[in-house]
């Protein structure tokens, strides 16, 4: 049994992240840490846990913590992370940080797009990125990954096999995206009152949105090349879901035409054929977050216009299990040799 | 491998047990009965299946049907089970029936609420009312259980201990409850539409609403007289749940006192302290629908009104699980000898 | 051409006062309060007055207020109003206090549901309940107007004729009642959150809420004698909106005889035949909240149960409007003797 | 006082011009047509009429009506306007068709996208696009007004000042559009049912929607040669509004240096300065939905990414009033002399 400990288990990803392993058979939470509920009972705060979570909050400690469990999940702010962690502590455990503050790989570029000093520049290298469907070789071994974000999982893995097989032009990628509220956490704010986001739709992080270049530069590996993109986030009223709609032109093949239906679909099921938690729709079937809801799935379409030479492909996921808990869970499947759909096959829940 | 069958799969209720099959150690679904959809595949009609179901919907011949499973459950309109059920069926396999074809005892009452002519009368003494933690013993051995409908379940469960106790009278009985809209199916119909029901309430089938006599009969079962109750539903905005509120003039003791809030919570505690899906918040906490998405729980919470004498009983359930598929899953477990939280340990899914 | 004061002009209430009076062809507002954004832009926290509305937000000094304008509207929480409220103020300019501080005209249930001293008990005789329908006489003339509570208003209209009439047993008279997220108002709270309310519902203040003995209070002077009533909150996911579904048993006629549909419709025509903003939709009709979305109207359906002997009315509001600042536009109007409808005949804004 | 006939007066649109009218001071409708109502009470299908329309559904007969009013909107499904206008009508009305039959100047585009035949395609020519801003002069004097689309609107305006002032290479432009769910109308269709849309969201009529034919041929005029697009359309889960993300590279200026985002407003200023409707919101403030609702605004804001050189543009209407009905009643206020404002200067509804 792999010994759970979960410091920020009192926001959204956190409680999804024991929702997932109370359905996990190998693993269980043993601390639920959060600073700002110790001593009071889980289940006083998040009520769907009432008489399936007996314990109490504890604090953030995470020396001690360290003693206790085999894997800590971080579902923190920005900056947590990385001003906690040290070389007894990836000694001892391993670490999914569900923060940014491992992700990206030029400390510059964090301390810039995030504004804050980064604490622990030296473990930066050693941490592996961990877009599983991408990543899983370099998991395996790691004793801290940095989970990605939720808009940047769907972004990358709807593009992901276009860039590889160079079918688009990736100095045209546009990514504009659409987020239920649950992405924006649980702090009190005017802003996601309830009234304020009901019945109402908002772009925001025009042009400097954080998530920007995580995309950029997991896409760069891709394509060998560094790569600019727009992306877009809105706001929309729902509670969860990411759907991401990405604009590209087509790259000709040698021959001089351009790729078709064919072509794209093949791309994809070379890379995610066997993928589980990957379903490809398909030419004109696109995707919907409500068929995605609560899963681990990415579900992917594209529809090519002849008449522009463009692609539009279009990906969708639940924020909080792929884009979050879910992947984390997933991480720790690879980092523990477990198949690594264990505790995950889960049917979205509709309607 | 318990081999389920079911009629009217494409429906919200027919959907809901596929999706609870499919989380089941020893269950799985092998014809998905579905009239309007013959010859399509499932997942073209709910997404959230696709890459999880590959079969296509049969038609709803429960002759055929009761050679191929060892249960059928039949989420179809009223009328429909009645139609098709006999006694070479009932000898080979089991039926689930969540329609309300054999919920009432009394044939007349049926036809008078629900306006339609009962075509199987013969079978509804042997019918046992499916609500498992009241009827656990007797539907042990049905061979046809009479699924009870979403109100009811919710009403009934949250009022039946202090029925039973005496604690309430049950001539001051009053039931008022809101439901999502996946209770009201999934007909096109304009008044179902999104821009309809969103940001809108409203009472509906006021004195007249079909879940009162069935909700009347059980509690006068407990009560062991006949009972008359008022009964008014509401539609409010949210896809799933549904929040009963009750109010009862309360009952003075043998020694002429008023029960006390440690009465009431002590009649809770007698009928359901070892029940799995019933959660007793007590007093002052009050259930909300949130916290019981997607499972099978019943919340119960109350509080006493010194000032009017009275107590209010609040309820909440998932009325496609605990209110539909998900009761009718436990009284599969409990025909065939399982656990009966086999498959149902589910945690609710928030936000 | 009246000149509007508004305290407490950044909370849903006083947004929705300064959206009617720039419907209004005899008032402006002049003072936009607002103790938290003194000097910010109204149209700056408000987005839909871009344009329309160029003045900053002023502090909330009503002395200063008094020598601007004809009529003040103090949109605050309880006890703000009294604790500035004084003589020389109250001759210069009317007070229209949406607070709940002159409401009750006993102050010892005022501090005792309120927890909190009354400042200004000298002026609770003085003033006059701002119900229009039943008030609006004794209004005219006075200095000091308390605008009733959104639940209140709405549970009271809904069941006046029938406790005048005395059709009904008050001591059977229970209120349910639902409302939309607006009333809890613009605070920052972590349970209102758009992910704690969506998707689900729930009771609140159940025994308690403070709404209740000024539903008493008002149902008491109706009736002649004292009242208690059950009073029960629930909040469900939309952004406007209140319904009452109230019951109570039907008191036999001189005959013996209980009231009929007839009697019941006399008895509303009675009272309200004549009102502009109640409309009677009769037996069997039930109200919608979405049918009264944005306008001062209150609608009114009833349903008798010939079997238990009782009747359920049910009223809906727009809990902004005829619950808040659609009714202290209504008794500005009274109190300067325009008419009453005068910037109010607003159409519902569906869907 | 002009007579105003509606056909189609049961859909949103219908009932929107219906809701505007009846805020309208120099007009009145007096033909609600609906066939599929014919004879019905108008406000017992839509209830917050109640009290306020007392007329009952007439049929589609434009003959008749065109002896009977000044003018006539038809909100109808495509093809039907084009079936019943003729030169008789024409002579003696203006007609402001809100569907798609006039919009297209070219009439194979027009059977293309539409799959169908233009029954009147003698008039095409003559029909003048009503787009207000841009085309208010032609309006003036027409007898037949196309309404332009509700996405059209939006995407057109957002993008119109920079088209013109070739400050964008339009070769890049994509149009990327969230629509609220009464875009889709009052047709009982499962898809549109509240459970399918309700928390979800998804791109539809990718490559292929019917709006898109208008928007580059109205933007093709402001550039002055034939323009190419992608425009993809979302549904999101909300009863009104539509938001525009437009993306398209910058051209440089004469000098070779790019757009500044002082030359951008200065664009925006140049055209929509005076425009009362057109609420410039400026560099980095972004429309959201919710500061339209109910009126007649458009909300446009944007942004320049100096990192890939391109301009993000955003536009945010209510489709019904803006998108519809709005910009339909402020064509017959051009039509008739009047002040274009007239019954259009509605405060947006907020919460």
């Known amino acids: 049994m792999i010994k759970v400990g979960i410091i920020g288990a009192t926001g959204y990803a956190g409680a999804e992240i024991v929702r997932l392993i109370m359905g996990h058979p190998d693993a269980e939470v043993v601390w639920y840490g959060s600073r700002s509920y110790i001593d009071e009972k889980y289940s006083s705060i998040y009520g769907n846990f009432f008489k399936m979570v007996d314990a109490k909050c504890l604090d953030d400690n995470m020396d001690a913590l360290a003693k206790e469990v085999d894997v800590i999940f971080t579902a923190t702010p920005q900056g947590l992370c990385a001003s906690l962690v040290n070389e007894e502590i990836l000694s001892k455990v391993k670490i999914i940080d569900l923060s940014a503050d491992f992700r990206l790989k030029d400390v510059s570029i964090y301390e810039k797009w995030y504004k804050i000093e980064h604490k622990a520049p030296e473990y930066i290298d050693e941490a592996v990125y961990g877009l599983c469907e991408i990543n899983r070789d370099k998991i395996k071994n790691a004793r801290l990954v940095a989970n990605p974000g939720c808009y940047t999982t769907c972004s990358i893995l709807t593009a992901y096999p276009l860039v590889k097989e160079e079918l688009i032009d990736t100095t045209t990628l546009i990514v504009d995206a659409l987020s239920g509220v649950s992405g924006a956490g649980r702090g009190a704010k005017v802003n996601n009152l309830y009234c304020e986001v009901n019945e109402s739709c908002k772009p925001y992080g025009v042009t400097n949105h954080r998530h920007t270049p995580e995309i950029e530069e997991q896409l760069g590996y891709a394509a060998g ?127």
Chains 1, 2, 3, 4 share one sequence.
């Open 225 to 351: 090349k560094e790569i600019l993109i727009n992306f877009t986030p809105h706001l929309v009223p729902m509670n969860r879901g990411i759907l991401a709609t990405e604009y590209a032109t087509l790259l000709p093949k040698k021959d001089g035409s351009l790729p078709t239906s064919e072509d794209i679909k093949a791309a994809y099921e070379k890379y995610y054929g066997n993928e589980e938690f990957i379903r490809i729709l398909g030419d004109g079937v696109y995707p919907e977050t409500r068929w995605v809801e609560g899963s681990n799935y990415v579900d992917i379409g594209f529809k090519i216009d002849e008449r522009t030479g463009r692609i539009i492909m279009m990906g969708a996921i639940d924020n909080l299990v792929k884009g979050a808990a879910g992947q984390a869970v997933q991480n720790m499947n690879i980092l523990f040799g477990l198949k690594e759909d264990t505790g995950l096959k889960i049917v979205p829940l509709f309607p």
